[in-house]
């Protein structure tokens, strides 16, 4: 059966997060769905790069999703932050049983912010540090106990994607995405 991924979308999210995490998931043969937290469908991104979502977060809040991921972008996590009915839906995941991933801003400034895992390990943008209890300095965690997966950046998004594609289908799958892209050195290779 193939997974299923939701990519919510905002308003200033950090577009090299949201593309690049799409495009390689969908390499794996994940079903990304990609949704606005606005009544349209289309967002502006942080650079200006517009992006057509293919729901709206009111479209999808009753769909069960293996994972969500929130893209970054300090206006975008800001966007996220302040959505109640995204919130909602990041609760809901969790307490069925999925993941929760969060790049960027959205670690510290969605998930710290509702404290929707207090015991997590986690990671995200450098300068958010001190938002978090339990700080990890990865360039991506996967905190298996809580279901979390967190990213610190732009430049982490290839190994954000990869770690998703490794938790959802496992290691060889994201040898086998990761294999494709040529990746510099200091990338997770799967090799």
């Known amino acids: 059966m193939t ?5 919510f979308l905002s308003d200033g999210c950090e577009e090299t997060e949201a593309v690049t995490t ?4 969908t390499r ?8 606005s937290i606005s009544n349209s469908r289309e967002v502006e991104c942080s650079r200006g790069v517009t992006i057509l979502a293919k ?8 769909i069960d999703f293996e994972i969500v991921i929130l ?3 300090l206006k975008g996590a800001e966007n996220f932050r302040d959505c109640p009915l995204l919130i909602e839906k990041l609760k809901q995941t969790h307490q069925k049983g999925g993941i929760v991933a969060a790049i960027c801003a959205s670690p510290a400034m969605v998930l710290q912010h509702h404290n929707l895992f207090p015991n997590a390990n986690m990671t995200g943008y450098p300068t958010t540090k001190e938002a978090f209890q339990n700080w990890k300095d990865d360039r991506v965690y996967f905190d298996e106990q ?3 997966i967190t990213s610190q950046g732009p430049a982490t998004t290839i190994d954000f994607a990869l770690k998703i594609i490794e938790v959802l289908l496992g290691r060889a799958k ?3 995405v990761a294999q494709q892209l040529v990746l510099p050195l200091g990338i997770e290779t799967y090799q």
């Open 28 to 35: 794996a043969g994940i079903n990304v769905t990609t949704a």
């Open 22 to 25: 799409i495009d390689l998931l």
């Open 55 to 62: 729901k709206t977060l009111l479209d999808i809040q009753h």
């Open 174 to 176: 994201a040898a086998e």
């Open 3 to 7: 997974k299923q991924a939701l990519v």
């Open 71 to 73: 893209p970054g972008g």
């Open 146 to 148: 809580n279901k979390v």
